[in-house]
Structures are given as structure tokens and as C-alpha cells.
């Protein structure tokens, strides 16, 4: 007899039933004794807006060009957020979560390294990226040619018979062949750095775009508008960068005081000031008395957008990301705030396959200047629990809120 094909945590259970007339208290599905892979799953199916239901599925054959991952942890995006209120892009059912990380099972015989080339075998810890199944050249090597905003992405697939589209679930299912997907083995990173990996990259992103202007640069003055994650990680990319003078703007002083925390020098508070006028005095205050070289507007706020203008000297440089989805039109002079002051804009949305690569190199260095990424993550919450992590997300109560599987 094989001693080790015989389940003896499952013949306890039979054991322990037996004795007690009563059978084990059903639980969340999990790996049996020997690290076995469960039959089923569950996933965090969005069914109507505002609402998450706990669904339980078979887990699908892996193929040979497959990937099955154990989900550890995934945060919640604002785009989770926007969908989970709204439904704007339509999705409804669908598995939320494209922020995830996990420990991979289970794989198909072809699958030998990730996209970057890195070798890969079953007990490394993974993150997706995009998925390019109508552009399946795309390599490493496109550099800005692509970016997400051409690709799907795991997380926000319509529901289908694979049900495993999501990171907000136990287990996640990464299709191989012409599915097109992307993943990265970062088994070199923490949980928390790993689930910071994708709001990192859509930093590291933008401020490469920021550079093509040829205007950031070392002794840059810089503002950082908006100080929620995104604007407190971009604060953050610049620090590690060398950029010094980094002035945060925000109408909340806890947000302020952290981003001090991630590198800003100086922070103003627009609560402190009466019209536009006096609020870009204050920073140019907070500048030394200089209006900035380059500046970041990172709210999603239309009015912001506008502001932002006046906060940037003559020949600077503005980059615009804060809007990943429609939040309105912003009113500008065209004369006074872009041609007459040759401003040089940019816009950035998400990221590439390549600013994931930085982005792994990025967390390492900020770690190791004593930025306190981990301190992003203000709520962790199980998977049970996910409406009330969405609901977390919607009224702004932390930073980045994740969730994490037991």
C-alpha cells in the first residue's frame, strides 16, 4: 500500500464524525494534507451593483499552456470601486480584482518561464499583467507602443464558463495559448509588495512619460496633486528617482502628513486658501518662491485639472493620469494656461508590459531608502468580507484597501 496516497487528515475527519454523530463544519474550500489542489473554489462574483456573492465552482482541467494560482492577497483599484457602484463598463457578473497575487499549483508541461523570460516552476509567486489576445506579437520590447488601454486584463472579464477571471477569489485560472496573457514571477517580493505591484506601475508609467518632455529631471521643482494612493505613490517613484523638491497638494492633512512620510518636502493644503489665485501662491510659497518645473495631477477631479495650470511655470510640464474613467470636462484657458506658457503636456494611462518590469526594481529601491510602502495599505479584509472592503474603497476611509485570503 502507498503510504502517501492515503488522505489520514480526511480519515481523522471520518473518524472524529463517526464518534460525535455530527459531520465537519463546512468551510472555505482549501489545498487537503500533502498540499492537494480542492476540486472546487470560490469567487467574489459581482451579480448587481453594490453586491458580491460568494460563489463556489469546479476548478478547470489545466492545460498544457496553463496556469493555476493559489490567490494570496489582491487590492482594491478604484476601477473595482467605479464598477462595483456603477457598473460603468458593463461587466455584470463578473469577478472583480486585477491588483492580485498568488502562489502558482498547478501547470501545463509548456509553460516554462514568464514573459520576461525568468524561469518558473510550481510554488512561485506570480502577478499578471495584461492580456493581448488581439495583438499576441506584443513582446517586452515595445516599450511605450502599447499600453493596457489596448489589452484586456484579469479582473475585468465578463463572466464565462472558466469562472476563475478574477483575483478576488481562492483561486485564479491564467489561460495560455492564443489567450494572449502576460505574467511575471516575482517570488523576490513580499505580499505587500507584490500587491502593490500594479498601482506601482501605473507610477512608474506615468513618470516616464513625464520624462519624454525632457523637463523632469534631479533638481526638478515638482508638484504631486492629489494624495490618495496613486498620488502618494507617484510621490514616492520621484523620491526614489533623486527628485528632492516634491511639493504635495491635498484638501486632507492626514493624507499631507503622509505623504511627507514617501518624500514630499513640502505639502499645502488647498482647505488653507480662498480662489485659485491665492492657492498657487501658496504654492509657489511652498516652492521657494518658484512655480513648478513639472507637475502631476492625480485626483480625477475636473476642477483640479483646471487649477493645476497656474501651480507651473512658463515652458513646464504637466502630466495628466488621474482620469481612468469619465469624470467629466475640465474648463481651461487655452491662451493663458497651455499656449501662452508653452506648457508641455502629457497624458498617462495605466501601464505597459516593460513598467511592470521597472516597477519590480522600483519597490526594491524604495524599500531600501526607508519609504514605507507597506504603510499604503491601510485595511485588509477576507474574502468574505469583500463588499465590506468595496464599501471601505467608496467612502475613503484608508489608502489602499486589500484583500487577503487566509
Same mark, same amino acid.
Given at each position: ?62 492545460? $498544457?499552456? +496553463?496556469?493555476?494560482?493559489?490567490? /494570496?492577497? @489582491?487590492? =482594491? ?7 462595483? !457602484? ?41 502577478v499578471t ?26 479582473g ?14 481562492d ?8 489567450f ?9 517580493? $513580499?505580499? +505587500?509588495?507584490?500587491?502593490?505591484? /500594479?498601482? @506601482?506601475? =501605473? ?7 513625464? !520624462? ?9 521643482r515638482?508638484?504631486v ?5 496613486i ?6 517613484v ?42 498657487a501662491?501658496?504654492?509657489k ?45 475640465a ?8 499656449c ?9 494611462w495605466?501601464?505597459n508590459?516593460r ?29 468574505e ?5 468595496l464599501?471601505?474603497n ?13
Amino acid at each position: 500500500m502507498d503510504m502517501n496516497n492515503i488522505n489520514i487528515e480526511e480519515i481523522v475527519k471520518q473518524v472524529l464524525s463517526g464518534m460525535t454523530g455530527n459531520a465537519p463544519a463546512a468551510a472555505a474550500p482549501a489545498p487537503a494534507a500533502g498540499g492537494a489542489i480542492p476540486k472546487t473554489a470560490r469567487v467574489a462574483m459581482m451579480t448587481e451593483k453594490k453586491h458580491f456573492e460568494l460563489q463556489e465552482y469546479p476548478l478547470p482541467p489545466v492545460g $498544457d499552456d +496553463d496556469i493555476l494560482v493559489k490567490v /494570496e492577497g @489582491c487590492g =482594491v483599484c478604484g476601477t473595482d470601486a467605479h464598477e462595483y !457602484k456603477n457598473d460603468p463598463f458593463g461587466l455584470i457578473p463578473v469577478v472583480l480584482g486585477h491588483e492580485g497575487t498568488g502562489e502558482i499549483v498547478a501547470m501545463g508541461k509548456n509553460v516554462k518561464t514568464d514573459t520576461a523570460g525568468k524561469p518558473v516552476k510550481i510554488g512561485d509567486k506570480v502577478v499578471t499583467c495584461m492580456i493581448f489576445k488581439d495583438d499576441p506579437e506584443i513582446t517586452m520590447f515595445d516599450l511605450n507602443k502599447k499600453n493596457v488601454g489596448g489589452a484586456d486584463v484579469y479582473g475585468l472579464l465578463p463572466d464565462d464558463d472558466v469562472k476563475f477571471n478574477g483575483w478576488f477569489a481562492d483561486y485564479i485560472f491564467i489561460r495560455g495559448g492564443n489567450f494572449g496573457s502576460t505574467f511575471f514571477n516575482v517570488s523576490d517580493l $513580499d505580499l +505587500d509588495s507584490r500587491i502593490l505591484i /500594479e498601482p @506601482c506601475a =501605473v507610477l512608474v508609467h506615468a513618470v516616464e512619460r513625464a !520624462k519624454t518632455t525632457g523637463i523632469l529631471k534631479f533638481n526638478s521643482r515638482v508638484v504631486v496633486q492629489g494624495c490618495g494612493p496613486i498620488g502618494l505613490i507617484c510621490i514616492a517613484v520621484l523620491r526614489t528617482m533623486g527628485v528632492e523638491n516634491i511639493c504635495a497638494v491635498d484638501g486632507n492633512q492626514q493624507r499631507l502628513d503622509f505623504a511627507k512620510k514617501m518624500g514630499a518636502n513640502t505639502t499645502v493644503n488647498f482647505g488653507d486658501f480662498q480662489g485659485i489665485e491665492a492657492l498657487a501662491d501658496g504654492v509657489k510659497t511652498a516652492l521657494g518662491g518658484h512655480l513648478a518645473d513639472f507637475a502631476f495631477q492625480c485626483t480625477g477631479n475636473p476642477k483640479a485639472h483646471s487649477n493645476i495650470y497656474k501651480f507651473i511655470r512658463n515652458g513646464g510640464g504637466l502630466c495628466e493620469l488621474g482620469f481612468f474613467i469619465n469624470g467629466g470636462d475640465a474648463t481651461i484657458n487655452p491662451h493663458f494656461d497651455l499656449c501662452s506658457k508653452e506648457i508641455n503636456l502629457v497624458g498617462s494611462w495605466v501601464y505597459n508590459l516593460r513598467d511592470y518590469a521597472t516597477t519590480f526594481d522600483f519597490l526594491k529601491r524604495a524599500k531600501a531608502i526607508g519609504l514605507p510602502m507597506s504603510e499604503l495599505i491601510t485595511h485588509r479584509f477576507p474574502l468574505e468580507q469583500i463588499n465590506e472592503a468595496l464599501e471601505t474603497n467608496l467612502a475613503m476611509s484608508g489608502l489602499k484597501i486589500a484583500v487577503i485570503n487566509k
